[in-house]
DNA sequence: GTATCAGATTAAGTTTACTTTAAGTCAATG
DNA sequence: CATTGACTTAAAGTAAACTTAATCTGATAC
């Protein structure tokens, strides 16, 4: 699979692509002869993960070091527990959006209340 | 209240409450003669206001729009509508924490049944 | 009375996460 | 066989949201 084809498929652009790999937020992709990238399912397992857990606004540094460690085949302990500080967060987070969501019904409401009447 | 008080209250540091000021985040804050802020109960509620809606991660600039037309008593429809736009983001935000979390749940767990086993 | 300390302003600096640019390689098409 | 278009790298640039630095003012502590 090319490096657009994942693009496509993941919708993250090439550039980034190539970037995500540079900084080790994913393994090496296996190349071609010439030097182009060839995502074999692997490697798009990974595009995946991170898109997932980017677009959930886990931050780049942490997934570094994990990616890292699942690499290298050690650090079990330290693997859980990165995952499990992420979660923590992503729960507060949740948490956060859940007050604020509630916040902006009853604000949402009070103008759905206002509007007919003074338009 | 003094910005130092309204610093410790909601764990915003003074530096940041004059920037949000400055950028028209939260509407003038009232002065003593000598130019010392002096929150006042409406002040605070623009604090906690803003304080909620950054913390969900709501964008700057629309806060912005929706201050300045609150304050310019104005733009009824239009505010509803920024609402209505910041809480669909959340929505989105939070169905995508919802499956993130999920996805670390399920690789917690594989740790959780491997760990005992081979440390 | 002078030192220190909270508060003020303006401008420049920082961080995170990309994005764009510059410059080059290579396969295939007209 | 030149050109088009996808691919490559390295380095510089950008955007959002603060943060820090530099400098100043005025009130209270010793």
Do not use: F
Not at 49 to 78: F, H, T
């Amino acid at each position: 699979m090319t490096i657009s084809e994942v693009s496509q498929k993941y919708g993250i652009t090439t550039d980034t692509l190539r970037y995500y790999e540079r900084i080790g937020l994913i393994p090496p992709v296996p190349r071609r002869k010439n030097g182009i990238r060839d995502y074999d399912e692997k490697a798009c397992n990974w595009v995946s993960l991170v898109k997932c857990m980017r677009s959930a606004g886990v931050q780049i540094e942490p997934l570094i070091e994990y990616v890292a460690l699942v690499q290298a085949d050690k650090g079990m302990e330290r693997r859980k527990n990165i995952l499990l500080e992420q979660r923590a967060k992503l729960l507060a987070q949740a948490e956060q959006l859940r007050t604020t969501i509630e916040l902006l019904n009853y604000k949402i409401e009070h103008y759905e209340e206002w509007l007919p009447k003074n338009k």
